[in-house]
């Protein structure tokens, strides 16, 4: 009884992948559920292209996508049509390049990822859940933003600005999702490490560009940002972001 209650529940979810060049793919979960010694193909991969995120699903949830170039692509989980564990998936997202801030969904649905821009990729995966949308970019600047924000599209297009770039603030390199009560774990790529509350970081709107988070010398770049339980009131070391 207890292997087909377990089974009946995988058959409800599924997993989704993600990938550097915006292709994204849904198959059950129930199809991994007889691991091998030697692993099980999870997702057929492009030659040139890098697994950069996966999630389980409810089969009725919402996806965001993350580009560096500061754009995110939102669509519906149904969009997506169910594949084997041997294919390679679909369009997820449109990649362009830093510094194109055109929004639209111009040949949204289109599978043919091969004319992706190649100083663009995929740096974030969000199956949205509770909590506002955090963004951080290269040079430390980030900020929340309300879910409700961003635009539900089709699959396969351009997507919208998710945060505003410029030489400044560099290429966005995280994109996840958090409440108030949440610490935040900053780490650059010099070994500098800070952390902040969630609730010090402002609520702004997509297209802006954020607050400084963590204050970086000539050099230094934020190579990621990690969500982590919140401690007690009186915990020591936790600094406040610091305005632009």
């Given at each position: 009884v207890h292997d087909l209650e377990q089974t009946s529940a995988e058959d409800r979810r599924y997993v989704l992948f993600a990938t550097q060049k915006g292709v994204v793919k849904r198959t059950?979960?129930?199809?991994?559920?007889?691991?091998?010694?030697?692993?099980?193909?999870?997702?057929?991969?492009?030659?040139?292209?890098?697994?950069?995120?996966?999630?389980?699903?409810?089969?009725?949830?919402?996806?965001?996508?993350?580009?560096?170039?500061?754009?995110?692509?939102?669509?519906?989980?149904?969009?997506?049509?169910?594949l084997s564990r041997q294919a390679s998936g679909v369009r997820g997202i449109r990649l362009t390049a830093i510094g194109d801030d055109s929004e639209g969904e111009?040949?949204?649905?289109?599978?043919?990822?091969?004319?992706?821009?190649?100083?663009?990729?995929?740096?974030?995966?969000?199956?949205?859940?509770?909590?506002?949308?955090?963004?951080?970019?290269?040079?430390?600047?980030?900020?929340?933003?309300?879910?409700?924000?961003?635009?539900?599209?089709?699959?396969?297009?351009?997507?919208?600005i998710a945060q505003s770039l410029t030489d400044k603030t560099g290429a966005l390199v995280s994109a996840i999702q958090v409440q108030a009560t949440d610490e935040l774990m900053l780490i650059a790529d010099s070994g500098k490490l800070i952390r902040t509350r969630v609730?010090?970081?402002?609520?702004?709107?997509?297209?802006?560009?954020?607050?400084?988070?963590?204050?970086?010398?000539?050099?230094?770049?934020?190579?990621?940002?990690?969500?982590?339980?919140?401690q007690g009131e009186d915990e020591a070391g936790t600094e406040p972001a610091t305005g632009a």
């Open positions: 059950p979960l129930a199809d991994y559920s007889r691991p091998r010694s030697a692993g099980l193909i999870a997702i057929d991969l492009r030659e040139g292209d890098e697994l950069i995120g996966a999630a389980v699903t409810n089969g009725e949830q919402e996806i965001m996508l993350f580009s560096d170039a500061g754009k995110v692509a939102r669509f519906r989980e149904t969009d997506l049509r169910v111009d040949d949204a649905g289109d599978d043919d990822a091969n004319d992706t821009p190649v100083n663009a990729k995929v740096i974030g995966l969000i199956v949205i859940g509770d909590g506002d949308v955090l963004t951080v970019s290269e040079r430390g600047y980030g900020k929340r933003t309300d879910v409700a924000d961003f635009p539900v599209r089709k699959r396969g297009g351009k997507g919208v609730s010090e970081v402002r609520v702004l709107g997509r297209n802006t560009q954020g607050v400084r988070l963590i204050r970086l010398e000539e050099g230094e770049a934020l190579m990621g940002v990690d969500r982590i339980e919140a």
